[in-house]
Structures are given as structure tokens and as C-alpha cells.
């Protein structure tokens, strides 16, 4: 009588939490400027980076983040543009994709938090939950050379190195926990205030005038 062979089962790995994923990059960056999109990610992001607040604009408009740092990548290209996207965000806009493989910026990095879901209206699935869908081949077929798919902390850590060294447009997905971090700080202002703090930040850096005071008749 033969034995029956039992399958060897394996352990789904677990995910990378984003506010980990962000404490790996925040050190990594110095003059760039950074656009992130709503959620939870905001006051990860204003946890996890400090020293980036006034040098992050907290987007509010789902599918703008990246197509907004792709506007300050071409307005400012010899400064490094960080796109803090997310999968429900870029999935709302995938044609900033063809546009960056054409118009091929040198000094931008987008990051995409590919949690599967959307996760500030509760959480209902993205397109990428199912499994088919695959941000980082999009891009590819899109024309991107370097689109890439991070699923560990090394791999992400590697990757957002080569990203901000590179010279041309690099996408990486960070496919991480649907979960966020509820022990951190909040971000303290509103989207007004941001705006403001953020183009101040750019004028004194840049040492030019964006939004001049006010003429009275």
C-alpha cells in the first residue's frame, strides 16, 4: 500500500506596512519635493518625515498626485520630484503613464502604495485586488523602463535608491498591508494652509515668486 504524498503548504508572506515603507525612504531625502495623495498616508507621511513638511504638498484630488509632481518634474528639472501615488489613485489616471514613457522627465520617482483597496472611503477593492491587474507592467507596456514591484523592505529600500539616482522616470509599486498605522501623529493643518507652506518652501528655495502679494487700486 502506498503512502499518499502530503502537499507542502507555504506561508503567504506578509505585507509591507506602508509607514514602514516611508520611515525607509524619509532619510533618503534632502532638497526633493514631495506630492502625496489623500488618506491615511498623509499623516503617515507627516509622522514618518519631519523634516519633509514644508516640502510635501498633500494632494487632496484623487488621481492628480503624480500628474501634479510630473508638472513640478518639467517646471523645476534640476530638482528630484518624489510622487507619493496610490493604487486606487493612479488606476484613476493611467494615462500619466503614457505621458511620462513620451515625455520621459529625468528627476521624478513615483512610489505607488498599492494596498488593494480604497482605503479612505472603507475600504471597497481596487482593480488590483483581484490579481490581475498589475500597476508595474502597465507602466512597462506604457513605455517605462524602470517600473518595478516592491513586496519586502530590502527590495523597496534598493529600489527608491536606484529611483533617486536615476535618469529618466521611475515607478516603483509597493505592495503593502491594507492596514495603517493609528498611533502616530495627525497632520495639524488644512489643505489652505499646506498649499500655502508648500510654495513658500518653493520660493525661498528656488528663490523666485510664485504667489506675490496682492494689488489694491
Known sequence: MSA??????TATPE??????????????????LV????????????????????????QQQLGCVTPQAFGLAVGLPHRRI????TDGGMMFNL????????????????VVWDNECYQSIGGPPTHTAGGRVDIAK??????????HTARTLDDFEALCRRGLAADGPFVIVAKVDRDSRRDIRRKHSDGREDK???????????????????EHN
Open 4 to 9: 499518499t504524498a502530503t502537499p507542502e503548504t
Open 15 to 32: 505585507k509591507m506596512k506602508r509607514f514602514d515603507c516611508m520611515r525607509v525612504l524619509a532619510p533618503m531625502l534632502k532638497s526633493e
Open 196 to 214: 500655502y507652506i508648500f510654495v513658500r518652501h518653493v520660493e525661498a528655495t528656488e528663490g523666485i515668486v510664485i504667489m506675490g502679494p496682492s
Open 138 to 147: 502597465i507602466a512597462a507596456g506604457a513605455g517605462i523602463e524602470e517600473a
Open 35 to 58: 506630492i502625496l495623495s489623500l488618506g491615511a498616508s498623509v499623516d503617515e507621511w507627516y509622522t514618518a518625515a519631519p523634516h519633509m513638511r514644508e516640502a510635501s504638498l498633500f
Open 95 to 110: 494615462g500619466i503613464l503614457a505621458t511620462l514613457a513620451n515625455e520621459r522627465p529625468r528627476n521624478l520617482l513615483v
Open 82 to 85: 518624489v510622487s507619493l501615488d
